[in-house]
């Protein structure tokens, strides 16, 4: 169980996190998703004990092992927690074997006993196969496999990842994510995943932190953020596409679409772009859009449009070339409606 | 017309380019080297061999100066390892202070040669024991052991203090490709600070120490002016001083051999080096982005090792100058403040002072060596650099397989070659008539060559970075114009790199002109050159004379040298936060 209270963290004055709370109970996966600077490395390294939290508590479990209010801070190295790097951070003058093993010597374990578990961390990654070569003679790919066998080796309680996979290629990061959360079952150690890739978010997490501007902005399970997104922020951060939000103004679609679904409400209305139809000629509740880009995708189309200066997506099963002018459909009501600020109006 | 496209299609492009700079890089590099190994294999000179390493007189004439030239060179290297890598270590892993000035003054050394350094030694230093007035601390009524007024202990001191400049430039920009995540990874394992340092920071930096390490060390024992300033008075001999001795007095032979083991030892350590840096353990970086510089904290110890830090950077760089100053207008160095005059600099000759020498102005040879010394400079700086673009071209853009191995392989082979032995071997070659070409001896064409080749690792370095700076599509766009490859480089290659290669250019210069080691051979009195003037000064005891020389040299180099370093701008990438 990992439960941060009020944690604040500031550079020299300038804010880069501020009051985190928050809890996920052992075993949890939990992605920090933001975009970049929102400071979730920060946190990920005040997990780690490599940053000094400024204000608020971190506690493993039952243990406090920050405390801003007593200045109290343990040592990343008696945290049992394990980091992987963006950048691996693989040391160089070491074989992959020697990398795997160096922790366990730290640790004082036997030589068996390191043989044993350094073996079972890289059969499990897959790169027992090159134990005896350097890191500068492997892969990226196999990089990212033997830092995480590095960090699993000493069964660390708590698994800490910063942007693991950014520096994969596609396929590569696909591959990855399975294999993480692989590892993530079969260790029951509770991870923390730091990353900007939503897709990453939704598919491996169980608790989700959206972040932005060093605050959360919501915090869930990763279907809750796609049901029911609590700000303007994360509808557009979330989903494949990522949902329409359709300016607004005093109860009318785009200032000149009167209708009662919107309840008078000046901002943003969502509609996802499943909602979202195309018709075949104008009528009274759809709107023109010069056609911008059409996306195969499982089977069916995404065409983007521009209205009003603004790009609107939608699913459809449209054949055949795509019509100089879309019309695209508005659904009988928005899925939610956000005020100018964001904030969720309902 | 047709006839010529089927042949320029059955040849490899950049054919022509490859076999022109193999050639001359074969004149430049190559036959001077098999000049001096083939004559001492001549049937009748072969007996030097032995002369030199097994007779009676081997102990003087090799073995000894081999040992006093490995001490030195050991020491030189583990003194710029320690001096330069601490050095590195505060500006570029600390939060010192000033980081920026120690960052610049710690490369200055080197750009101050080191016969100036040798001179300014000893006007403190010097005792009376070799005859001559006694430096500035004898002055003082402080009584100068031998030990360090003359022999190893100051030349090695004097060699430090000039060569830490480069082990200090090789660790630092290694130091700042070390990723700080790989020292905070150890760190989470829980091992202590003590096992962070020696498990995993030195092994990773290893490689950049061992690298400074052996260029110090073939800076060391190929250097001629320290051993030669502080310790031939007291008949310390180094390999290169003996090199010297025996071409000096006619005994050719065995100073070609003594050349031949020369480079056989400094090309051995720098072997050596290679061979520990060599392969995987590499210290590069491996992929990923990296985290953000985190600089470690120095707390209390802050002040004290800044202080430290700035007092070795201004011992090594404005105080020797300062002291030739001085010493260029006190007529005595014991009293180094006292009594100043211009005599030394502009007086007539006068037998009443300083033994009847004019000042340096007043000596006809001055002015002949002040503009041969910058018209040499000049044409080495642009030949050296205009092989050396040619060479880049044909290594980045034109490789072909065998031929630019041998061209890589030989453009960078002078710098194993201790600039006194590259004297010999072009004594040896281009000092007798070949065939109907007249003998170069004592014509300045010879240093030319000899600075030239000399140079050319320093040019081929350079240019190949400039010419990667620009991307080969740019020049391949203009190839699909019709452009042809000389049109291709006035036009495209060129004027882009033009900056670099004008800083370059002022390096090379700086180099030529306060190079002794090369000239100290080549020299006659129809070609003096600066460096070999303030020498001879020195030698024949004439101090003051020799520091105003040195000072000559000094504000030519230090003027080109700043406007190159204006020129690159501030390319120092440890030094950004
Ligand atoms: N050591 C540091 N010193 C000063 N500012 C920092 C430091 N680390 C992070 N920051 C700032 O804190 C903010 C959050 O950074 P970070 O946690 O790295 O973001 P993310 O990982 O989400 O991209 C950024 O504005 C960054 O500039
Ligand atoms: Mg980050």
């Known amino acids: 169980m990992i439960t941060l209270s009020h944690l604040g963290k500031t550079f020299g004055g300038a804010q880069a996190v501020s009051d985190i709370s928050l809890t996920v109970p052992e075993g949890a996966f939990l992605v920090l998703l933001g975009p970049s600077g929102c400071g979730k490395t920060t946190i990920l390294r005040m997990l780690a004990g490599l940053e000094h939290p400024t204000a608020g ?7 406090a092992v920050a405390d801003a209010s007593r200045g109290y801070v343990m040592e990343p190295g008696s945290r049992n927690a394990g980091l992987v790097f963006q950048s691996y951070a693989l040391w160089p003058h070491m074989t992959v074997a020697g990398n795997v093993d160096w922790p366990l010597r730290v640790a004082n374990l036997g030589r068996e006993e390191r043989r044993a578990r350094a073996a079972e961390a890289m059969e499990m990654l897959g790169v027992a196969g090159l134990a005896a070569r350097y890191p500068g003679e492997i892969s990226g790919g196999q990089q990212q496999r033997v830092a995480i066998a590095r960090m699993i080796a000493p069964r660390p309680r708590v698994l800490l990842f910063d942007e693991p996979l950014s520096n994969l290629d596609a396929t590569l990061r696909v591959e990855m994510r399975t294999e993480l959360m692989r590892v993530h079952r079969a260790t029951g150690a509770t991870a923390v995943y730091v990353t900007h890739d939503q897709i990453e978010a939704m598919t491996m997490a169980t608790h989700v932190a959206v972040m932005n501007g060093g605050r959360i902005e919501q915090f869930d399970p990763p279907e809750r953020l796609l049901s029911d997104p609590a700000s303007a922020f994360v509808a557009r951060f979330i ?29 943003h209305g969502m509609v996802r772009a499943e909602d979202l139809a195309l018709a075949d000629a104008p009528g009274p509740d759809t709107f023109a859009a010069q056609p911008v880009e059409v996306v195969p995708m499982a089977g069916r189309r995404l065409v983007t449009g521009l209205a009003e200066g603004q790009r609107v997506t939608a699913v459809t099963d449209l054949a055949g070339p795509v019509p100089s002018e879309l019309h695209f459909r508005l659904p009988p009501a928005p899925a939610a409606i956000f005020d100018p600020k964001g904030n969720r109006l309902s | 017309m047709t006839a010529r496209a089927g042949l320029r299609a059955r040849l490899p492009a950049g054919l022509g380019l490859n076999l022109g700079v193999l050639a001359l890089l074969a004149l430049l590099v190559a036959a001077p080297l098999m000049t001096i190994l083939m004559q001492t294999l001549d049937p009748e000179r072969i007996g030097a061999w032995s002369d030199v390493l097994a007779s009676p007189l081997s102990r003087n004439l090799f073995w000894l100066p081999a040992l006093n030239t490995m001490a030195l060179g050991l020491g030189v290297a583990a003194g710029c390892v320690l001096i330069g890598g601490f050095l590195a270590w505060l500006v570029v892993m600390t939060d010192m202070p000033f980081r920026g000035l120690v960052g610049f003054l710690a490369t200055l050394p080197f750009m101050i040669p080191s016969f100036a350094t040798a001179l300014a030694w000893g006007t403190v230093f010097r005792n009376g024991r070799v005859g001559g007035g006694g430096g500035l601390l004898e002055g003082m009524g402080i009584a100068v052991p ?65 690298a400074g390490g052996s260029l110090c060390f073939a ?74 510089a985190r600089r470690f904290a120095l707390g209390r110890a802050r002040g004290p090792l800044t202080a430290l830090a700035l007092l070795i950077c201004l011992v090594t760089t404005i105080l020797p100058i300062l002291l030739l100053i001085a010493a260029s207008l006190a007529p005595m160095a014991s009293s180094l403040f006292s009594g100043w005059t211009l005599h030394f600099w502009i007086g007539e000759a006068d037998p009443a002072f300083a033994r009847g020498q004019a000042g340096i102005f007043n000596n006809p040879q001055l002015l002949r060596a002040l503009t041969l010394t910058v018209a040499i400079g000049a044409v080495v700086a642009f030949l050296a650099n205009v092989i050396g673009i040619l060479v880049a071209v044909a290594l980045t853009r034109h490789r072909l397989r065998g031929i630019s191995e041998a061209v890589s392989q030989l453009s960078f082979l002078p710098m194993l070659l201790p600039g006194i032995a590259f004297g010999a071997a072009y004594i040896a070659l281009y000092g007798a008539p070949i065939g109907p070409l007249p003998a170069l001896y004592g014509t300045s064409v010879l240093l030319a060559l000899a600075l030239t080749a000399a140079m050319l690792p320093f040019a081929v370095q350079t240019g190949r970075a ?78 003051q004379f020799a520091n105003a020389v040195t000072l000559v040299i000094l504000s030519i180099s230090t003027l080109a040298a700043g406007l190159a370093t204006l020129l690159r701008g501030r390319n120092r990438p440890w030094l950004s936060s």
């Not at chain 1, 971190?58 to 243990?63: E, L, S, V």
């Not at chain 2, 700076?469 to 190839?479: K, L, P, T």
């Open chain 1, 57 to 63: 508590e971190i506690r493993f479990g039952d243990t």
């Open chain 1, 239 to 267: 989903g494949t596409p990522p949902a329409n939000l359709i300016p607004v103004q005093a109860g009318a679609w785009f200032g000149r679409m009167p209708d009662p679904a919107l309840r008078g409400a000046t901002g």
């Open chain 2, 146 to 210: 031998d030990a360090l007024a003359w022999g190893m202990t100051p030349t090695m001191i004097v060699l430090i203090a000039h060569y830490y400049a480069l082990g200090f430039t090789v660790i630092a920009a290694a130091l700042a490709t070390v990723n700080g995540d790989l020292v905070e990874a150890a760190q989470m394992t829980g091992a202590s600070r003590r096992r962070v340092l020696f498990g995993i920071v030195l092994p990773v930096v290893m490689p950049a120490l061992i």
């Open chain 2, 219 to 292: 800076g060391a024992v190929s250097n001629f002016a320290a051993p030669a300033l502080l310790g031939l008075p007291v008949r310390m001999q180094t390999l290169s001083t003996r090199l010297f001795g025996m071409i000096e007095i006619g005994q050719v032979e065995r100073g070609y051999v003594l050349a031949i083991l020369l480079i056989g030892l400094s090309a051995v350590f720098l072997a050596l080096g290679n061979r520990l840096l060599a392969g995987r353990r590499s210290f590069a970086t491996i992929s990923g982005k990296g985290g953000r």
């Open chain 2, 466 to 543: 400039t010419v990667a700076q620009i991307s080969g599509d740019i020049d391949e766009a203009a190839r699909l114009t019709g452009a042809g490859f000389f049109r291709r480089i006035g036009a495209i290659t060129l004027p882009l790199a033009s900056r670099g290669l004008l800083a370059s250019l002022l390096l090379c210069f700086v180099n030529v002109i306060s190079d002794l080691a090369i000239v100290v051979l080549l020299y006659t009195p129809t070609t003096p050159l600066l460096s070999v003037l303030s020498y001879r000064y020195a030698s024949d005891g004439f101090h």
